[in-house]
């Protein structure tokens, strides 16, 4: 599980995933050595054509996207269906929270998808 300080956000995060397998990643949110209550936040994960292209894959709360109320855990997880979808090459992403009015880019950076043998 990553850890991210609420405090210092926007670190840069590459993966790399495998076409048409399943990519989860855990994330632990803390600020002040605390975790962070999430009640009511919500968060969006979007993939994204290098270059400011178009959103090519989106998780949500609910739909890819659990959040934990109060321990500052987040879990995202797209199926083997939705990377299959993923044509190999490099893609921007970026984990955006939503915490009553506040607008937050916990991370971003670059996803590589491997293409299947």
Do not use: C, K, W
């Amino acid at each position: 599980m990553t850890s991210v300080n609420e405090q210092d956000p926007a670190g840069e995060y590459n993966f790399v995933i495998r076409q048409g397998d399943t990519f989860s990643r855990g994330i632990s949110l803390i600020s002040g050595g605390l975790p962070v209550n999430l009640t009511n936040s919500s968060a969006v994960f979007t993939i994204a054509e290098q270059n400011g292209g178009s959103a090519v894959l989106q998780l949500t709360v609910g739909s890819g996207i659990t959040m934990g109320s109060t321990n500052g855990s987040i879990g995202m997880s797209a199926s083997a269906t939705q990377t299959a979808g993923l044509h190999a090459g490099v893609y921007s992403h970026d984990f955006v929270l939503l915490q009553n009015s506040t607008v937050t880019t916990l991370f971003a950076g670059n996803l590589t998808v491997l293409g299947q043998v």
